[in-house]
């Protein structure tokens, strides 16, 4: 099925995202939060924080508008989700309402195995504020060989020292089940059947819950649990994860505004999140 | 402030519970299901079955009136939750829709420390079959010596003799933050302060939570997980219940319709749940 780079720079519908605190919450308990005294401000209706990383979940429905364009035509199971930056860019984010998520195809990159599509979107509150940027990076299997320019390389590697700090947080064996109740109900995570037709042992954990898991890490290890001071994260999603299985966050600071880091199971000892790096407000 | 047995007989406004497949999930991965395979018909849309303990969830609307009639006042904080009765008379149970339940005064006991007040509700699906009945005992601390009847004896007390069988299992310390969001969002299981003020070390597990959790061990130990044997369930709450403790459920066969069954914290072996039974469908 082909890939039309025409697509590039094509904006898709602008869609509104309403939740309630209820979700707030929800989304937090998904990637984890919950079990320690520090959550209580991100499970607890009473002056509730959004966790910084929320900010993925309100572009979801603008962003499912990608599997139908006429560009852009492909096997939904070959579509993985390769890498995702986010930026928060209002403080503090909003923890009910109405958010609109605005996105656009960013660049489609030519992988030889497949194609990278990458898609900006800003979601938007009511005051027109964007209050969150991210780009997401999808892999299209099998899609590669087009043509088109090879882009850059994914970069922030791990340096090679010891890293700064580390953190290990647990997942439960029903964080898939949790975590897709905020809007992400694909049947690879919680479906054994369903999982092993795709090609894993069992249910592998959503992409983006570790990524929470990892925010997590670092928001409490860096930033004292201050949610104004988390910019941005940018990973890579290299490898799965089981739900039940510990998530170590290794960290390497950089500058006073900057990390690197990268997250492996401590159970397999596999890296499932790299290229990875985090941004503060100082 | 007064009781006015007057009230006994009384109707409450029936109300509406509107809910979908997620509240289901939610409901289940509230009381601790999803971390086991045979867990995953009731965390999962793909031939979701409700538990049978969901069923305390759609009165939860209608009953709260109760605490603006006019001819049963006191103050809330005086409020226990002492008994549940509760019976699935239709089998399956919706998972998504609306249900409407109407509440009754059924009893009013003078107890001399306080009030019982126990209160019938039928929940009726929108062919008019009742799904639920669920008979509500609410203590209302220093409300006795009114004058009324005293009121039978709990019952069901459990046998002297070792139980037939005895199930395990873990609550998560953040347990009541998702129990709390199918509903009873009172602080006291959440609010490290509002607990201490409420007289306890720190915030406690719904005790219809622990309830779920008995639930569930009977439904797997002696029901296979079969929801369509489950017939109704009773309990006191006598002490609370710690999110993160592990609920020991004792159990008694008195008939192969019947069981006697209490709970009590491994940690602290203290009952929770006493005066308790189940019964089945054969």
Same mark, same amino acid.
């Given at each position: 099925?082909?890939?039309?780079?025409?697509?590039? %720079?094509?904006?898709? &519908?602008? @869609?509104? !995202?309403?939740?309630?605190?209820?979700? #707030?919450? +929800?989304?937090?308990? =998904? /990637?984890?939060? %919950?079990?320690?005294? &520090?959550? @209580?401000? !991100?499970?607890?209706?009473?002056?509730? #924080?959004? +966790?910084?990383?929320? =900010? /993925?979940?309100?572009?979801?429905?603008?962003?499912?508008?990608?599997?139908?364009?006429?560009?852009?035509?492909?096997?939904?199971?070959?579509?993985?989700?390769?890498?995702?930056?986010?930026?928060?860019?209002?403080?503090?984010?909003?923890?009910?309402?109405?958010?609109?998520?605005?996105?656009?195809?960013?660049?489609?990159?030519?992988?030889?195995?497949?194609?990278?599509?990458?898609?900006?979107?800003?979601?938007?509150?009511?005051?027109?504020?964007?209050?969150?940027?991210?780009?997401?990076?999808?892999?299209?299997?099998?899609?590669?060989?087009?043509?088109?320019?090879?882009?850059?390389?994914?970069?922030?590697?791990?340096?090679?020292?010891?890293?700064?700090?580390?953190?290990?947080?647990?997942?439960?064996?029903?964080?898939?089940?949790?975590?897709?109740?905020?809007?992400?109900?694909?049947?690879?995570?919680?479906?054994?059947?369903?999982?092993?037709?795709?090609?894993?042992?069992?249910?592998?954990?959503?992409?983006?819950?570790?990524?929470?898991?990892?925010?997590?890490?670092?928001?409490?290890?860096?930033?004292?649990?201050?949610?104004?001071?988390?910019?941005?994260?940018?990973?890579?999603?290299?490898?799965?994860?089981?739900?039940?299985?510990?998530?170590?966050?290794?960290?390497?600071?950089?500058?006073?505004?900057?990390?690197?880091?990268?997250?492996?199971?401590?159970?397999?000892?596999?890296?499932?999140?790299?290229?990875?790096?985090?941004?503060?407000?100082?």
């Amino acid at each position: 099925m082909p890939i039309d780079l025409s697509a590039v %720079g094509k904006e898709l &519908e602008a @869609l509104p !995202y309403n939740f309630t605190q209820k979700d #707030v919450m +929800l989304y937090a308990l =998904g /990637v984890g939060a %919950g079990a320690d005294p &520090e959550d @209580l401000k !991100y499970v607890y209706e009473n002056n509730l #924080v959004a +966790l910084p990383t929320f =900010g /993925v979940i309100p572009l979801v429905p603008a962003v499912s508008s990608f599997m139908s364009m006429e560009e852009i035509q492909f096997n939904p199971a070959m579509l993985l989700h390769g890498e995702q930056y986010l930026e928060q860019k209002k403080h503090p984010a909003p923890v009910d309402g109405e958010l609109v998520s605005k996105p656009k195809i960013a660049n489609i990159y030519d992988k030889g195995k497949g194609a990278l599509v990458e898609i900006d979107v800003e979601t938007v509150d009511n005051k027109g504020d964007v209050v969150y940027y991210n780009r997401i990076g999808f892999f299209i299997r099998g899609e590669g060989g087009f043509g088109g320019e090879k882009g850059p390389e994914p970069g922030y590697e791990a340096p090679d020292r010891e890293p700064d700090e580390v953190v290990e947080l647990e997942t439960l064996p029903q964080q898939a089940a949790i975590y897709r109740l905020s809007g992400d109900s694909n049947p690879l995570h919680i479906d054994p059947e369903f999982a092993q037709m795709a090609g894993f042992d069992k249910p592998i954990l959503h992409g983006l819950c570790t990524f929470g898991v990892a925010g997590r890490a670092i928001l409490r290890r860096l930033c004292n649990d201050n949610t104004e001071m988390f910019r941005a994260i940018k990973v890579r999603f290299s490898r799965p994860v089981f739900p039940g299985e510990t998530i170590v966050t290794e960290m390497w600071k950089e500058s006073p505004e900057m990390i690197l880091f990268r997250c492996k199971t401590k159970e397999r000892g596999e890296y499932c999140l790299t290229n990875a790096a985090a941004w503060f407000n100082t």
